[in-house]
């Protein structure tokens, strides 16, 4: 009786639980499980800087009580979809603080990048 009643409670809980928040449509933007449970992520917002290069924006919003340890990869590519080599390529390590939107942007190396490639996973 006390095993069925567990259950029934589990399963209360569960049906009451948050769904997780949406994901990102645009494919440039490659979010893992772990970060699309745990955190909102907004679509990217992609410009163009002053001397030809891209600029790449994300919001991350954070409604937990605790932080968000995040590895962040941008790969930019050339005109044929290939990867250029650069050291902007780099993972970035960052935290997204509890009850906040953080912004995470990146730019591109050079102005022959012309399209990018950001996947957000857990650090």
């Known amino acids: ?3 069925a009643l567990a259950l029934a409670a589990a399963l209360g809980l569960a049906a009451c639980a ?4 949406p994901t ?4 440039r933007l490659i ?3 772990p970060v699309a449970a745990a955190i909102g992520v907004s679509e990217p917002t992609v410009s163009t800087l002053p001397d030809g290069r891209l600029r790449v924006v994300v919001n991350l919003r954070n409604g937990a ?3 968000f340890p995040l590895r962040v990869q941008t790969d930019w590519l050339d005109g044929s979809g290939r990867p250029l080599s650069t050291l902007a390529s780099r993972p970035q ?4 603080a509890r009850g906040t939107v953080t912004t995470v942007d990146a730019d591109a190396p ?4 012309r399209d990018f ?3 957000l996973d857990v650090e």
């Open 1 to 3: 009786m006390r095993a």
């Open 18 to 21: 948050a769904p997780p928040p």
């Open 24 to 27: 990102p449509a645009d494919p």
């Open 31 to 33: 979010v893992t499980p």
């Open 65 to 67: 009580s605790a932080d």
């Open 93 to 96: 390590f960052r935290s997204v």
């Open 110 to 113: 050079n102005a022959r990048a």
């Open 117 to 119: 490639r950001m996947t």
